[in-house]
């Protein structure tokens, strides 16, 4: 009963946000890099950092993970609405990191691997943020990312957390997972879900002590981490807004509905999470066999975007 309050409640402070948003004019305009073609309202995304200070108040989550995903929204929201300097969002994100590693007892933890955690984390969420770019994408492999935190038994006591922010997802899905959608996350949006999937994933590894479990990660990984690579070494600014991740491709020259490559990624990432989980419960997951596993979808992932990109330049030809 209680969830289903919740999710009552996100649906009515999300639809409060709309009437809020339209009044104030706070909208995504369509430009040559966007992926849609209609003023969207922006920030719908709102509801992630909403859920987590809800989760908050009914004892799901420590203080300090709802101040750092609150801190990072506050910031990106206002990111969305006037621009920002890079300064302030990275120092954000960087108070955002060590309150996360306070909760985690990191601080106890070599000093060496701090530097390393935090460029990792800042670093994801930052990709999470710039993969989010066609309807359904982040909410979809959100929700495979908490599914499979779910999945595991030691994360069994955090249900009511990873089950208050599904709800949130669910609700914003109801709006973005639309051919024409009605709101898209903004950064507001993604990057608070950035930062809570980061926090637990390095809670999933600490308590698991395995690494492996970072391939719940690896889909969205692949696409950014090589897309970053290949811009750098076309010597493009890899800050400024662009449209040649794998999924922009595929939705955009290829013409494949937003949908339903939202729903090849969150699928696939589901397909091979729950491969880990089972693989991890039978004591068959290795850090090896992670590696592998890695290379494997890197080389797959080349293969498509090297014929795609071929298959586009013989189209404009």
């Not at 430009?31 to 200070?53: C, D, E, K, M, Q």
């Not at 729950?274 to 596993?293: E, Q």
Request: hydrophobic share 55%; charged share 10%.
């Amino acid at each position: 009963m209680q969830y289903l309050i919740l999710f009552l409640l996100f649906l009515v402070l999300e639809l409060l946000y709309f009437k809020i948003a339209d009044q104030y004019n706070i909208i995504d305009k369509p430009n040559s890099r966007s992926s849609h073609t209609s003023i969207t309202l922006r920030g719908g995304g709102i509801i992630f950092p909403i859920a987590i200070i809800i989760a908050f108040l009914m004892g799901y989550v420590d203080w300090s993970v709802m101040l750092a995903v609150v801190l990072v929204a506050v910031v990106s929201f206002i990111d969305d609405i006037k621009p920002l300097s890079q300064l302030p969002r990275f120092l954000s994100h960087v108070i955002a990191a060590v309150l996360i590693f306070y909760e985690l007892n990191l601080f106890s933890e070599p000093l060496w691997l701090l530097p390393i955690l935090l460029v990792l984390l800042i670093g994801w969420v930052n990709a999470f943020n710039f993969m989010d770019g066609i309807n359904g994408i982040t909410v979809l492999y959100a929700l495979s990312a908490i599914a499979g935190f779910s999945l595991l038994e030691f994360n069994q006591d955090y249900l009511p957390l990873l089950i208050t922010m599904a709800l949130s997802c669910i609700v914003f899905g109801i709006f973005n997972i639309r051919k024409k959608a009605k709101t898209f996350a903004g950064d507001v949006g993604s990057i608070s879900m950035a930062l809570f999937l980061g926090y637990f994933m390095i809670k999933t590894i600490i308590e698991s002590g395995q690494p492996a479990f970072i391939l719940f990660f690896s889909v969205y990984g692949i696409d950014a981490g090589i897309t970053i690579l290949t811009r750098i070494k076309k010597r493009e600014n890899i800050f400024q807004p662009h449209r040649s991740h794998l999924y922009q491709y595929l939705a955009n020259e290829m013409g494949l509905s937003h949908i339903l490559v939202s729903c090849i990624y969150a699928v696939f990432q589901m397909g091979l999470n729950i491969f880990l989980v089972y693989s991890y419960a039978n004591g068959k997951l290795t850090l090896t066999i992670a590696i592998g596993i890695l290379i494997i979808l890197s080389i797959i992932y080349m293969i498509c975007r090297q014929l795609i990109v071929r298959r586009m330049v013989l189209n404009n030809s």
